[in-house]
């Protein structure tokens, strides 16, 4: 990633520890995060890289990275750090912190489901497949690009097939105690604030 | 033997077929199932993403709901469904915990990933006992994903490199687990809806070094990772110029079998890739 030549702010690794404790100045540097990800053909900064530009205080390109968007949570790299530094967790963290900051993501698409989702969750107390998806591919421009591609026709056939396979419940099973849900998962708009 | 059972939302959906075997195959063995009252959705990989605090919080809710319940084991077959409760119970015992809304009630039971669960000395032993149908002949790898296993701090795993649970199980039914390198490598998760590319990618990844090993088939107990092996079948074929088409057993399914369970081939057919043919040439379909 080219460095926009931000200022660095040096309290950002206080700032982040605050909120963990990740353990990230315990880093050495020795890449075994970056070679065990899965997802690294996707990213823009290596997790070793998100790292060190965090110690370094380079807060808005890791902000603004692609890779705190594309990390599977596959938690390999958090397992396999020698110095228990919670990579994946960090990763978390700053997803949130960008949210919070109002930063855009630069793969829309990920946040998209991670918002749809929530929203569902927060209507019924659980995942209603039935929508999630079609709004999901509203929200994310998906559904445009599939008309535009064609692609749709896929789609359409697969969510037959759930159908008629009968693996899609029909309509949603909403939990009783649904404002204690509301309570705690705040509404998109108010989400982002860390503990 | 009774058992409190978070079933997780996936399995109320699409992974319908994962959740009719694993009722199917508790009845048969004698567990009784008692599902958490008034359970809702552990958050999934949103919440841990973007809201951190309701993460914890919208797990922790089920564990108080399963502490209302006297059993000691908690079933879970859903492994991010297991390592968002089990997140969240850590979080709140250690010493942050101060910072979330929510208190852990006295009697959580034990939490349980489904595999691992049949995967205890005892269970196997039991289970080999009951093999009524042996599923000779038949070569897989067993699939784990990253859930279960990772990370150990929160999983409690000892084996998160090489786990060794559904390969038990396979092995006490009586089919060849191959051992294989992917064992624990991602499939892409919910990337698969948002970046199909990249779930493209990491699943033709695993195809190929399961044919490469000469699997028939992979073995898995993850409705996401199962969901994405099996259903872009078609396009991951595209995209790689190959063809692959294994199909992609619940490892619940393959006990069902090997036990003797007449209406596996009901769940069988809710799959993508259609396993029947596979096992009528190996005569294990009842
Ligand atoms: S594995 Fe740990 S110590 Fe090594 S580079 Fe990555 S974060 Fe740093
Ligand atoms: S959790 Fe994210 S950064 Fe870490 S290894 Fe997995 S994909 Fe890579």
């Given at each position: 990633?080219?460095?926009?030549?931000?200022?660095?702010?040096?309290?950002?690794?206080?700032?982040?520890?605050?909120?963990?404790p990740?353990?990230?100045?315990?880093?050495?540097?020795?890449?075994?995060?970056?070679?065990?990800?899965?997802?690294?053909?996707?990213?823009d900064?290596?997790?070793?890289?998100?790292?060190?530009?965090?110690?370094?205080?380079?807060k808005?390109?890791?902000?603004?990275?692609?890779?705190?968007?594309?990390?599977?949570?596959?938690?390999?790299?958090?397992?396999?750090?020698?110095?228990?530094?919670?990579?994946?967790?960090?990763?978390?963290?700053?997803?949130?912190?960008?949210?919070r900051?109002g930063?855009p993501?630069?793969?829309?698409?990920?946040?998209?489901?991670?918002?749809?989702?929530?929203?569902?969750?927060?209507?019924g107390?659980?995942?209603?497949?039935?929508?999630?998806?079609?709004?999901?591919?509203?929200?994310?421009?998906?559904?445009?690009e599939?008309?535009?591609?064609?692609?749709?026709?896929?789609?359409?056939?697969?969510?037959?097939?759930l159908?008629?396979?009968r693996?899609?419940?029909?309509a949603?099973?909403?939990?009783?105690?649904?404002?204690?849900?509301?309570?705690?998962?705040?509404?998109?708009?108010?989400?982002g604030?860390?503990? | 033997?009774?058992?409190?059972?978070?079933?997780?939302?996936?399995?109320?959906g699409?992974?319908?077929?994962y959740?009719?075997?694993?009722?199917?195959?508790?009845?048969?063995l004698?567990?009784?199932?008692?599902?958490?009252?008034?359970?809702?959705c552990?958050?999934?990989?949103?919440?841990?993403?973007v809201?951190?605090?309701?993460?914890?919080?919208?797990?922790a809710?089920?564990?108080?709901?399963?502490?209302?319940?006297?059993?000691?084991?908690?079933?879970?077959?859903?492994?991010?469904?297991?390592n968002?409760?089990?997140?969240?119970?850590?979080?709140?015992?250690?010493?942050?915990?101060?910072?979330?809304?929510?208190?852990?009630?006295?009697?959580?039971?034990?939490?349980?990933?489904?595999?691992?669960?049949?995967?205890?000395?005892?269970?196997?032993?039991?289970?080999?006992?009951?093999?009524?149908?042996?599923?000779n002949?038949?070569?897989?790898?067993?699939?784990?994903?990253?859930?279960?296993?990772?990370?150990?701090?929160?999983?409690g795993?000892?084996?998160h490199e090489?786990?060794?649970s559904?390969?038990?199980?396979?092995?006490a039914?009586?089919?060849?687990?191959?051992?294989w390198?992917?064992?624990?490598?991602?499939?892409?998760?919910s990337?698969?809806?948002?970046?199909?590319?990249?779930?493209?990618?990491?699943?033709?990844?695993?195809?190929?070094m399961?044919?490469?090993?000469?699997?028939?088939?992979?073995?898995?107990?993850?409705?996401?990772?199962?969901?994405?092996?099996?259903?872009?079948?078609?396009?991951?074929?595209?995209?790689?110029?190959?063809k692959?088409?294994?199909?992609?057993?619940?490892?619940?399914e393959l006990?069902?079998?090997?036990?003797?369970?007449?209406?596996?081939?009901?769940?069988?057919?809710?799959?993508?890739?259609?396993?029947?043919?596979?096992?009528?040439?190996?005569?294990?379909?009842p």
């Amino acid at each position: 990633m080219q460095s926009t030549g931000s200022v660095p702010d040096y309290t950002f690794l206080d700032q982040m520890e605050a909120a963990g404790p990740f353990h990230a100045a315990e880093c050495f540097q020795c890449r075994k995060c970056t070679s065990g990800c899965p997802a690294t053909f996707a990213m823009d900064l290596m997790p070793d890289q998100v790292i060190r530009y965090a110690l370094l205080g380079l807060k808005e390109e890791v902000l603004r990275s692609r890779t705190i968007w594309v990390c599977a949570s596959c938690e390999t790299c958090t397992t396999r750090c020698p110095n228990g530094i919670q990579i994946a967790e960090i990763m978390d963290y700053f997803k949130e912190l960008a949210v919070r900051e109002g930063i855009p993501s630069p793969v829309p698409q990920v946040l998209a489901l991670h918002e749809t989702f929530l929203d569902n969750v927060r209507q019924g107390g659980r995942v209603f497949e039935g929508s999630l998806l079609p709004i999901f591919f509203l929200r994310s421009g998906q559904l445009r690009e599939k008309l535009r591609k064609g692609t749709w026709r896929d789609d359409a056939r697969m969510g037959w097939r759930l159908l008629r396979k009968r693996r899609f419940a029909l309509a949603p099973r909403p939990i009783k105690a649904r404002e204690e849900i509301r309570s705690i998962l705040r509404p998109s708009k108010r989400r982002g604030v860390l503990p | 033997m009774k058992v409190t059972y978070y079933p997780g939302c996936s399995l109320e959906g699409t992974a319908r077929d994962y959740a009719d075997s694993i009722e199917a195959i508790c009845g048969f063995l004698g567990i009784h199932l008692e599902e958490v009252p008034d359970w809702n959705c552990c958050g999934a990989t949103a919440a841990h993403s973007v809201d951190h605090k309701a993460s914890v919080e919208l797990a922790a809710r089920n564990l108080n709901q399963a502490s209302i319940l006297p059993n000691e084991d908690l079933l879970v077959p859903c492994p991010l469904c297991f390592n968002r409760l089990r997140a969240a119970s850590w979080a709140l015992e250690h010493e942050e915990g101060g910072r979330y809304s929510f208190r852990l009630q006295p009697g959580i039971p034990m939490i349980w990933d489904l595999a691992n669960f049949f995967g205890t000395e005892s269970m196997l032993k039991e289970l080999s006992l009951k093999v009524k149908k042996p599923l000779n002949g038949l070569k897989v790898v067993c699939y784990y994903g990253c859930m279960a296993s990772r990370p150990p701090r929160v999983t409690g795993s000892r084996d998160h490199e090489n786990p060794q649970s559904m390969d038990r199980i396979v092995k006490a039914l009586g089919a060849t687990s191959l051992h294989w390198p992917y064992k624990t490598d991602c499939c892409g998760a919910s990337l698969m809806l948002s970046r199909p590319d990249m779930g493209y990618r990491m699943v033709g990844k695993l195809y190929d070094m399961a044919q490469r090993m000469g699997a028939e088939a992979i073995v898995v107990s993850c409705q996401m990772c199962q969901s994405n092996l099996d259903m872009y079948q078609e396009r991951i074929e595209a995209e790689w110029g190959r063809k692959f088409a294994p199909p992609i057993f619940y490892f619940t399914e393959l006990m069902g079998l090997a036990l003797g369970m007449l209406e596996v081939p009901s769940w069988l057919s809710r799959h993508f890739a259609d396993p029947r043919p596979l096992l009528e040439r190996k005569g294990l379909l009842p």
